[in-house]
């Protein structure tokens, strides 16, 4: 199963949107599946999401996405039915027990469990999908009051994912050329075979991390007063849609309690 | 007008016996293109580290002496070592051989912009400034690129830029094209070759690449283990061909034919009146060659 989890500039209005408001959105689909129970609600969530994925350009990456969780959601439901004790027992494959036996609440309640797991994760996928990792780190920083070293920390990790696969792949070729075979048997073998790649990939990176500190202290990193180059401030459609939200979530809380 | 004076620097580097830098005096002057080579473990990186700051602020040694950078502040000249690593970006531009290990951005134009939000300069001269930046360092058509998808020449002058953005007066560089192909080689020299006509920028390099520098500096500085050897412009540092030998320093081609044509008898000795001009390229050695036909 391969999940791209990473985004996809197509320049939607849903892209537009200020991250602030697209984690607003996927923290209220998640708190208004938990408070919805039965199937039908939480389908028609599902395809409301499908609909703003449309709406967002990046069906593609969602839908291949969800048939991968088809099956996690497959076995969580079965999972359910047969561990759900209460309602009318349909039938018991074990008669000696009980515990196993299968009731109607049982099959809807697993039910909703996999389409909610379905709704919060496709939730999170078109966020990550549509807002750039820097812009939610920035949002952070300004609106959440996240320490700016934080997210820094964050934004340089993903600036190195290229090099460090690049590093990765050089360094298994280097200990290949000296016969070092990759491939051993068990999964012991295999542990231990990781070792010539994973010790020099460590001494690089720590050494590099030093170089670094270097180079931006060397350009004024730690100095207080910092500016930011570019901020995002939420629009007149951003206040809209997380008012929308908001009170989405509140009918939600009425309609269940 | 001096920018840059050391005095009686010596630096030792911990548990090592003998100083990496032994008493070396070097006045470097506003405006000058100095390169600074010898063998490897001269202490070319170890003087560059003493200028830019790295000596004391992240390797731990011993320094006596002193590294003044002039007019830092209105009362007049500053000891390096007194103004802190952050501080000092504004006066001197840092960039390191690894083109990897400096850049911090996924785009090219958040890592320009990167030290001008630590300097706090106001985000709406930002963009003028990061344009003007990668301009004069011939690579604006790279601002919206991701920092991987570069070459290293391309990586390497998107660290030049980064620096240049905080309009500093000084540049110093280590071994800036070491790890870098012939093209992205030429493509940094030449623009710190214009940074240093075109914007009066004082360029201090170490690079072993003397025939490449050599018409582009005014000063060559010859290191050998820790003390200045041999130093002048490069037409005058290449009399000396024996000081180049004795050092491991391979002297360019272009000089060497004249010392060659000198033994053969036919160019006057070269420190002698009438004696032609040393040849720093290949151009110019040509030049001569024709002449003597």
């Known amino acids: ?257 | 007008m001096p920018s840059i004076t050391i005095e009686n620097l010596t630096f030792s580097y911990p548990d090592c016996s003998s100083p990496a830098l032994y008493e070396v005096n070097l006045t470097i002057e506003a405006g000058e293109f100095i390169v600074i080579t010898g063998a490897t473990g001269a202490g070319k990186s170890t003087l560059l580290r003493c200028i830019n700051g790295v000596i004391p602020h992240f390797q731990p040694g011993t320094l006596q002496g002193n590294v003044w950078l002039d007019r830092a502040t209105p009362s007049g000249r500053v000891p390096v070592a007194r103004v802190s690593a952050p501080q000092l970006a504004r006066f001197i531009g840092s960039v390191f051989d690894d083109p990897e290990g400096q850049i911090v951005s996924p785009i090219v134009e958040e890592e320009i912009a990167f030290g001008l939000e630590n300097t706090g300069v106001d985000p709406a001269q930002m963009d003028d400034r990061i344009a003007k930046a990668l301009a004069d360092c011939g690579i604006s058509h790279l601002r919206h690129r991701a920092t991987s998808s570069l070459s290293g020449g391309q990586k390497q002058r998107v660290a030049i830029a980064a620096v240049l953005a905080l309009a500093p007066k000084i540049l110093v560089l280590d071994e800036p094209t070491s790890e870098l192909d012939p093209d992205g080689t030429e493509a940094v020299l030449k623009v710190l070759f214009e940074l240093n006509k075109n914007h009066g920028i004082t360029i201090i390099i170490a690079e072993q690449k003397v025939t490449l520098l050599a018409p582009l500096c005014d000063r060559l500085v010859l290191l050998e283990k820790g003390r200045i050897a041999l130093q002048g412009p490069p037409r005058k540092v290449f009399m000396h061909p024996y000081i180049f030998a004795k050092l491991g320093v391979e002297l360019p081609a272009p000089a060497r034919l004249a010392h060659a044509l000198v033994q053969a008898g036919v160019l006057p000795p070269l420190d002698s009146p009438d004696a032609p001009p040393i040849p720093l390229t290949v151009e110019e050695a040509f030049t001569l060659s024709r002449q003597l036909l």
């Open chain 1, 1 to 257: 199963m391969s999940v791209s989890i990473e985004y996809i500039p197509t320049g939607s209005p849903v892209h537009r949107l200020h991250a602030l408001t697209k984690l607003i959105f996927a923290l209220a689909v998640l708190t208004i599946s938990m408070l919805l129970s039965q199937p039908l609600p939480l389908l028609l969530l599902f395809f409301s999401l499908l609909g703003i994925a449309a709406l967002a350009s990046v069906s593609q990456e969602i839908l291949s996405a969800v048939k991968g969780l088809l099956k996690v959601a497959f076995f969580l439901a079965l999972l359910q039915v047969f561990f759900y004790p209460e309602g009318t027992v349909l039938f018991a494959p074990i008669p000696s027990l009980p515990g196993l036996s299968v009731t109607d609440q049982g099959i809807i309640f697993g039910i909703s469990m996999a389409l909610r797991m379905m709704v919060i994760v496709t939730s999170f996928l078109l966020f990550l999908t549509t807002t750039p990792a820097r812009s939610t780190v920035l949002s952070l920083v300004e609106y959440l009051k996240v320490p700016y070293d934080y997210a820094f920390l964050f934004i340089t990790a993903l600036r190195f994912i290229p090099t460090f696969l690049e590093e990765v792949r050089l360094i298994g070729q280097a200990q290949e050329a000296r016969a070092h075979d990759f491939s051993g048997g068990g999964p012991l073998a295999r542990l231990k075979t990781i070792f010539p790649l994973a010790l020099p990939l460590v001494m690089i990176s720590l050494q590099r991390a030093e170089r670094m500190a270097m180079a931006m202290e060397t350009r004024g990193f730690g100095l207080p007063g910092r500016t930011y180059y570019r901020t995002e401030k939420p629009g007149a459609v951003d206040i809209m849609v997380i008012v929308a939200l908001l009170s989405a979530v509140a009918a939600a809380v009425l309609l269940r309690f």
